[in-house]
């Protein structure tokens, strides 16, 4: 199992300080590894999963020794700069989250193509194939030549509704240390995040909502980290994640962590 999510009882004020008596109950990960190659992140990343009745809760913590964060816009292509990842598996569909240090929220909301039929769950005017910010996507990194279009997920290709925003998301980030600052050394960032599981029922595809003890979900909890060495910046930037995947290809649902939901309260 790659990460357990422990109950509690109350429900947590989202202020990205992960000193809550709360936290310290959680089963905190081992530091993340490189998503491909299963070696040591270059910093400390660590993550941890509460729940409870009404919410699901998702902590970060990470070293970083300067902490930077440019992008201010809600949905700019956050992980272009230093990034946290959050993606939960749906089934037929999947909700991708990203974070910057700047609590800057990217947010979409794929459905495999396959599964995207008239008269299907996701048929509905929420998800409008004419709006302006709905894409085909094929996958990361893999679009070239023959798989330029499709990518290489033997499911093929999704649709990417980037309107998307998941209702009653909260998130806040704490620096350790001054944003955007070189001048001095910092020590890293907090993420916290909440979400009603009465907005996960598409993910839910059908299970108990909140979770029943012992169900398992698939999630990517992972970091992107821009790195400037003497060649220059390196591309792609390096990702880190809970668990390794083999390749460099965030959007594959079936290699994410395995989270096991305990009922028994910390």
């Known amino acids: 199992m790659d990460c357990i999510a422990r109950r509690i009882a109350g429900d947590l004020v989202v202020d990205g300080d992960l000193?809550?008596?709360?936290?310290?109950?959680?089963?905190?990960?081992?530091?993340?590894?490189?998503?491909?190659?299963?070696?040591?992140?270059?910093?400390?990343?660590?993550?941890?999963?509460?729940?409870?009745?009404?919410?699901?809760?998702?902590?970060?913590?990470?070293?970083?020794?300067?902490?930077?964060?440019?992008?201010?816009?809600?949905?700019?292509?956050?992980f272009t700069e230093n990034d946290l990842e959050l993606l939960i598996d749906g089934g037929d569909c999947y909700y991708e989250l990203e974070v910057n240090a700047a609590n800057t929220v990217y947010e979409v909301f794929f459905i495999w193509r396959d599964a995207f039929t008239r008269g299907s769950r996701f048929d509905t005017a929420q998800f409008d194939l004419y709006d302006a910010n709905t894409y085909s996507f094929g996958g990361d990194y893999d679009r070239s030549g023959p798989t330029f279009w499709r990518g290489t997920h033997p499911r093929g290709v999704r649709w990417a509704f980037t309107g998307f925003d998941?209702?009653?998301?909260?998130?806040?980030?704490?620096?350790?240390?001054?944003?955007?600052?070189?001048?001095?050394?910092?020590?890293?960032?907090?993420?916290?995040?909440?979400?009603?599981?009465?907005?996960?029922?598409?993910?839910?595809?059908?299970?108990q909502l909140p979770p029943a003890d012992g169900d398992i979900w698939r999630m990517f909890l992972g970091r992107f980290q821009k790195l400037l060495l003497s060649g220059g910046e390196v591309m792609p930037h390096p990702a880190w994640a809970l668990n390794s995947h083999g390749v460099y290809?965030?959007?594959?649902?079936?290699?994410?962590?395995?989270?096991?939901?305990?009922?028994?309260?910390?």
């Open 19 to 78: 000193g809550k008596p709360a936290w310290a109950t959680a089963a905190w990960s081992d530091s993340f590894v490189d998503m491909a190659t299963g070696a040591p992140g270059l910093f400390e990343t660590r993550t941890a999963i509460l729940w409870n009745d009404r919410n699901l809760y998702i902590a970060f913590q990470v070293e970083e020794p300067f902490v930077e964060a440019r992008l201010t816009t809600r949905d700019s292509i956050i």
């Open 166 to 207: 998941m209702p009653g998301l909260q998130t806040a980030v704490q620096v350790q240390g001054t944003l955007n600052d070189n001048s001095d050394r910092d020590s890293g960032w907090s993420l916290e995040i909440a979400i009603p599981w009465a907005s996960l029922a598409l993910l839910a595809d059908g299970r």
């Open 249 to 266: 290809d965030t959007h594959q649902p079936e290699k994410w962590s395995r989270v096991r939901f305990d009922a028994g309260e910390g």
